[in-house]
T-cell receptor, first 110, second 112 residues
């Protein structure tokens, strides 16, 4: 499948902080999706992006579809403890497959 | 809320047994997918289907097989389970091109 580079691999958050993560690829995508996965559960869709340059918010989450169509970022504002989990980006290149990044693990800083 | 269900949630089974992981969705989606995921790692596509009687291999080679006899049902079968098959298996569906995919809760398989 198409390789998506997701960074950072992991991050520690303190309650109230704003955090950011991104996905990049050498390929052009026509859809970007951001998911959150809690331990032992399936991924849950957070935000879907369908057009280059599109900026979409869902509560404290904001994601953008890069102008070049090769990248996307996800921001979480004013983080809270329940934001911990693994965040995955997914990109659609062809009409039937979604390729996933390796995930960003978000943990609360002690 | 997504109406896609996987059973069982957890399965511990002995080497050599035949197993079938069930996936059903009530949204009328044509496109369905199976992903394999090791704990904390990325998702790898192992099978997908465009619709009834359509199945294709994904990017990651897998010894499992799938069938799509009904739109709502996309079971995955392992004829002879091995410890190397231990993993989480996630089923997903989507309505059409350029729409979001919805995931089931997953089946965590352990082969002993």
């Amino acid at each position: 499948g198409q390789q998506l580079n997701q960074s950072p691999q992991s991050m520690f958050i303190q309650e109230g902080e704003d955090v950011s993560m991104n996905c990049t690829s050498s390929s052009i995508f026509n859809t970007w999706l951001w998911y959150k996965q809690d331990p032992g559960e399936g991924p849950v869709l957070l935000i879907a992006l369908y057009k280059a340059g599109e900026l979409t918010s869902n509560g404290r989450l904001t994601a953008q579809f890069g102008i070049t169509r090769k990248d996307s970022f996800l921001n979480i504002s004013a983080s809270i403890p329940s934001d911990v989990g693994i965040y995955f980006c997914a990109g659609q290149l062809t009409d039937y497959k979604l390729s996933f990044g390796a995930g960003t693990t978000v943990t609360v800083r002690a | 809320e997504a109406d896609i269900y996987q059973t069982p949630r957890y399965l511990v089974i002995g080497t050599g047994k035949k197993i079938t992981l069930e996936c059903s969705q009530t949204m009328g989606h044509d496109k369905m997918y199976w992903y394999q995921q090791d704990p904390g790692m990325e998702l790898h596509l192992i099978h997908y289907s465009y619709g009834v009687n359509s199945t294709e291999k994904g990017d990651l080679s897998s010894e499992s097989t799938v069938s799509r006899i009904r739109t709502e049902h996309f079971p995955l079968t392992l004829e002879s389970a091995r410890p190397s098959h231990t993993s989480q298996y996630l089923c997903a569906s989507r309505y059409r091109v350029n729409t979001e995919a919805f995931f089931g809760q997953g089946t965590r398989l352990t082969v002993v």
